[in-house]
């Protein structure tokens, strides 16, 4: 049968994780438009009326127009009272043939809200409807109440757990914030909130109050286990528009079926639009949730760290690691010209960011590079190693300029300082900025390429003071964090430690003696100077199954550098490689770096 109530839709949502779209419907055509939508994509629907609309209609008026339309449906379909503040008048929309209602008792102390909303769900089991209900203020939702900065804005956790375990209701739409938190203007949601009440609730959640947020927002939501989501202003918008669209398109018609004809496929077409949305069919999901390796301007990546946080926020992923080279990480950053907190700006966007440094380790080989995360950057101790780093780098890349210019690829050092338009200090130089100014100066193909030459051959290879792998593995743990070796395959075979020439496995092992935490097994070894035989996904077999019992943590990153703003080839993506979000929260190391 098509015409349900809400929790075999809903069931199935939270199961398989998308959300089912609730429209707020305000006539027949936005009821026969929604309900077409939706069979068209074979997707369920709700259709939720709202008390003001019903008492337009009168009761018993509206479900006589409103049920054949449902009871016809290719697709199930629940009729939903929304945001019910009366006992009473709930009841006799139950009476009167709806199959699901929201009884609203959030403005109510709690005491009362759970006693009416467990008279409401008693009344309901006996004609099989399910019955959502609410706690915390939404600000802005409910017009006529208002609630001051950071007060009231978020449902207690407590308080859901008793409502829930008290009213068994069939939805439960917690307040979890939309209030202006740190920054003016920036939705301040409480993704830990929100996922802490869905592990602890017997029913699915509901999200009311939707607009303004963003896609990515919708999709962390999602994840953490939004079922359903009311769409209201939306509907009233895509129908009054079309209107005045068509009117001002058509002013001298007077043809009533071609206008609704119009203001239906409007509506229609705004529906589909948030089913698609909303069922996650359309959504392009990053591989891994959380990207333990990325770059941006503060070294050699192209994003600023804002843009990254964006960039990851709209990919809804749940973690990354800020992890530029051999600089200390930001703590502010700037957000429309203004220096702000750059965790909590991240928070607001429903990301978590863990800063870090990606270290080049020992002056004889190439490539051994280690990811620190979680340490104390204030630490005298790493700023000194930072110091003695810049110093060198600086020095040996000023050289290797001049070599290059020597052998007839001109580059000048005020070229590298004011590489793509962005002024920088010396000491904010990066060594892929070289690589990059070959390519684009047309004297190797790719920015890998021109690694690779002044790699392999001596004329032109330059090489700094790097600090000893094992001294940063020491650091990290002095100062609280913890330490990664970072794509070990692009280390050499076999590589000279100490003058002593070692395979790349021994070497491996003695920073596991060292006490290294973690190795990155996910990594995007197509898109960089890989030259083995391996892929991706045998590296990451292979890594796991040598290093698992030997390291806490077999770790993924992208090695994001925005490179899409620099090349059309080998475009790397935040998310590309990494671990899952399940991962990284079952990691007791992980998890202890990331409070
Ligand atoms: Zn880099
Ligand atoms: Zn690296
Ligand atoms: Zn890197």
């Known amino acids: 049968m098509s015409y349900v109530n809400m929790k075999s839709i809903l069931t199935d949502a939270r199961k398989n994780r998308y959300a089912v779209g609730a429209f707020n419907i305000v006539n027949y055509l936005t009821a026969k438009a929604a309900v077409e939508g939706a069979e068209e994509l074979n997707q369920n629907i709700i259709l939720q009326t709202s008390?003001?609309?019903?008492?337009?209609?009168?009761?018993?008026?509206?479900?006589?127009?409103?049920?054949?339309?449902?009871?016809?449906?290719?697709?199930?379909?629940?009729?939903?009272?929304?945001?019910?503040?009366?006992?009473?008048?709930?009841?006799?929309?139950?009476?009167a043939g709806w199959s699901s209602v929201m009884y609203d008792g959030s403005k109510l102390p709690l005491l009362e809200n759970i006693a009416n909303t467990k008279e409401i769900v008693a009344y309901a089991q006996k004609f099989d409807v399910t019955v959502e209900g609410e706690l915390g203020a939404i600000v802005g939702v409910e017009d006529d109440i208002y609630v001051k900065e950071g007060e009231g804005a978020h449902a207690r956790l407590e308080d859901c757990k008793v409502f829930l375990s008290e009213t068994k209701v069939d939805a439960f739409a917690p307040a979890i914030g939309?209030?202006?938190?740190?920054?003016?203007?920036?939705?301040?949601?409480?993704?830990?909130?929100?996922?802490?009440?869905?592990?602890?609730?017997?029913?699915?959640?509901?999200?009311?109050?939707?607009?303004?947020?963003?896609?990515?927002?919708?999709?962390?939501?999602?994840?953490?286990?939004?079922?359903?989501?009311?769409?209201?202003?939306?509907?009233k918008i895509a129908y009054c528009q079309g209107m005045k669209d068509y009117m001002e398109q058509n002013p001298k018609q007077n043809n009533p079926l071609k206008l609704d004809a119009y203001v239906k496929e409007q509506v229609k077409k705004m529906v589909q639009e948030h089913i698609r949305f909303f069922s996650l069919s359309d959504r392009k999901r990053p591989n891994y949730e959380v990207d333990?390796?990325?770059?941006?301007?503060?070294?050699?990546?192209?994003?600023?760290?804002?843009?990254?946080?964006?960039?990851?926020?709209?990919l809804g992923m749940c973690v990354i690691a800020m992890t530029d080279h051999d600089v200390l990480p930001a703590d502010k950053i700037e957000v429309n010209g203004i220096m702000v907190d750059?965790?909590?700006?991240?928070?607001?966007?429903?990301?978590?960011?863990?800063?870090?440094?990606?270290?080049?380790?020992?002056?004889?080989?190439?490539?051994?590079?280690?990811?620190?995360?979680?340490?104390?950057?204030?630490d005298d101790k790493i700023r000194?190693?930072?110091?003695?780093?810049?110093?060198?780098?600086?020095?040996?890349?000023?050289?290797?300029?001049?070599?290059?210019?020597?052998?007839?690829?001109?580059?000048?050092?005020?070229?590298?300082?004011?590489?793509g338009g962005i002024p920088r200090k010396s000491e904010d130089v990066q060594k892929k900025i070289i690589f990059n100014l070959m390519a684009e100066k047309g004297y190797v193909e790719t920015w890998s390429d021109g690694k690779l030459l002044c790699r392999n051959n001596p004329e032109y290879s330059v090489k700094r003071q790097k600090p000893k792998a094992v001294d940063i593995i020491k650091l990290a743990h002095e100062t609280g964090g913890i330490c990664i070796l970072a794509h070990p395959y692009l280390i050499d075979e076999t590589i000279k430690i100490d003058e002593k020439k070692i395979s790349r496995d021994e070497f491996i092992e003695s920073l596991i003696e060292a006490g290294l935490d973690g190795i990155e097994a996910s990594y995007t070894y197509d898109k960089t100077t890989y030259h083995g035989k391996l892929t991706k996904n045998e590296i990451i077999e292979k890594i796991k199954e040598m290093y698992t019992d030997k390291v806490a943590?077999?770790?993924?990153?992208?090695?994001?550098?925005?490179?899409?703003?620099?090349?059309?080839?080998?475009?790397?993506?935040?998310?590309?490689?990494?671990?899952?979000?399940?991962?990284?929260?079952?990691?007791a190391c992980l998890s202890a770096i990331a409070k």
């Open 292 to 314: 333990l390796h990325c770059h941006t301007t503060r070294s050699d990546g192209s994003d600023t760290p804002k843009e990254l946080i964006d960039k990851a926020s709209s």
């Open 342 to 378: 750059m965790t909590a700006y991240a928070k607001t966007k429903g990301v978590k960011v863990l800063p870090g440094i990606e270290f080049s380790c020992e002056t004889q080989a190439e490539d051994v590079h280690l990811v620190v995360l979680g340490c104390d950057y204030s």
């Open 553 to 587: 943590i077999i770790s993924g990153g992208s090695d994001y550098h925005a490179d899409y703003k620099k090349t059309s080839k080998n475009i790397r993506e935040v998310g590309e490689c990494g671990i899952s979000y399940d991962y990284f929260k079952n990691n």
């Open 384 to 419: 000194e190693m930072n110091k003695k780093i810049v110093e060198s780098k600086i020095h040996t890349y000023r050289e290797l300029t001049e070599v290059l210019t020597k052998k007839g690829f001109p580059i000048t050092w005020d070229e590298v300082l004011n590489y």
């Open 51 to 95: 008390v003001k609309t019903v008492k337009a209609f009168g009761v018993i008026e509206m479900m006589s127009w409103l049920k054949p339309i449902v009871e016809e449906a290719k697709v199930k379909v629940a009729i939903h009272l929304d945001h019910s503040t009366d006992v009473a008048f709930t009841k006799t929309c139950i009476d």
């Open 178 to 235: 939309t209030a202006h938190g740190v920054y003016k203007g920036e939705i301040n949601l409480d993704y830990d909130l929100f996922e802490t009440i869905n592990s602890n609730s017997p029913c699915p959640l509901v999200l009311h109050g939707g607009t303004g947020l963003t896609d990515g927002m919708f999709y962390r939501l999602i994840d953490l286990g939004a079922a359903k989501v009311n769409i209201s202003t939306a509907v």
